[in-house]
């Protein structure tokens, strides 16, 4: 008795047992190429960021900071005004 015939069939030939799996792999490479291409690097987020949620919390700060600027300015501007006029 050989080693041989011990094996599994499986281990032997995987191609001739799952044609598919090439062409799976082939599909699923070319997926992951294209969803490369869309997302620009700054815009793509690390697993730790998404499972944590990190990148939203940043997110909402900015935008709150941002008008918290604009409101700021608009408050000075007015009070320079009133300091000329007065």
């Known amino acids: 008795?050989?080693?041989e015939l011990h094996e599994?069939?499986?281990r032997r030939n995987n191609n001739?047992?799952?044609p598919g799996a090439k062409r799976f792999a082939?599909?699923?490479s070319a997926s992951n190429t294209k969803s490369k291409t869309q997302t620009p690097?700054?815009?793509r987020l690390t697993r730790l960021e998404v499972l944590t949620g990190v990148h939203r919390?940043?997110?909402k700060e900015s935008k709150?900071?941002?008008d918290?600027?604009?409101i700021n300015r608009k408050q000075k501007c007015n009070e320079c005004e009133t300091r000329e006029t007065a």
Request: proline letters at 8%; glycine letters at 0%.
């Open 1 to 3: 008795m050989t080693p």
């Open 64 to 66: 709150f900071r941002e």
């Open 68 to 70: 918290n600027k604009i």
């Open 57 to 59: 919390r940043k997110r």
């Open 8 to 10: 599994s069939p499986f």
């Open 16 to 18: 001739a047992q799952f």
């Open 26 to 28: 082939a599909t699923t």
């Open 41 to 43: 690097s700054a815009e």
